[in-house]
């Protein structure tokens, strides 16, 4: 019997947070979408509540901070659970038809400047258009995969913008 692969630890540290999320009350949630244009420790409060949140998966694996921050106050906008896949499998799903060619061409220009992010700030400006879009489309975002994927955001090749493109684009 072969044992299980362990999942990489940003897969695991997405779980915690996501569960740690998952126990917030609507107030809560509403003091992180309050932060959502703030940067880090703007508000003392909600720095407070981010802060539990943090060390709670900190603790047992190394993960980004920005990348916990960011998905905290992406979530605290559309908490919902049971997205598949990777992000550009949702937003595949809401990729206008062919025709006509006009709406088509401005969902994938605005898809490409969200792979073409190169600095957190410009990225979560990106991320939060399109949770927007989610949530007006009632659809779920899959918030562990999008944790792991940013946890691996910048790495050399662009192995997660590579992913999300091969799904959007080719599935």
């Given amino acids: ?4 692969v362990d999942p990489r630890p940003s897969q695991k540290a997405a779980a915690a947070f996501l569960d740690a999320l998952a126990e917030l009350d ?6 992180l979408r309050r932060a959502a244009r703030k ?8 720095y407070d509540l981010f802060r539990d949140l943090f060390h709670r998966v900190r603790r047992e694996y190394p993960v980004a901070k920005w990348v916990c921050y960011l998905v ?25 038809a062919p025709q006509p060619k006009e709406p088509r061409e401005r969902f994938d220009k605005r898809f490409l ?11 979560a400006t990106e991320l939060a258009a399109w949770v927007r879009i989610l949530t007006d489309a009632d659809r779920p975002v899959p918030w562990a995969s999008l944790f792991d994927d940013l946890a691996h ?6 192995p997660v913008q590579t992913a999300w493109a091969q799904s959007y684009f080719n599935a």
């Avoid at 019997?1 to 299980?4: N, P, S, Y």
């Avoid at 609507?26 to 003091?31: D, I, K, N, P, S």
């Avoid at 955001?153 to 662009?158: K, L, V």
């Fill in 39 to 46: 940067p880090l420790g703007a508000d003392v409060q909600t």
């Fill in 72 to 96: 905290a106050r992406l979530y605290a906008s559309h908490p919902t659970h049971g997205g598949k896949g990777n992000l550009g499998d949702v937003l595949r799903t809401l990729r206008p």
């Fill in 1 to 4: 019997m072969m044992a299980a």
């Fill in 26 to 31: 609507a107030a809560e949630l509403g003091a």
């Fill in 153 to 158: 955001w910048y790495r050399p090749g662009q």
């Fill in 113 to 123: 400047r969200l792979l073409d992010a190169r600095d957190q700030r410009a990225l």
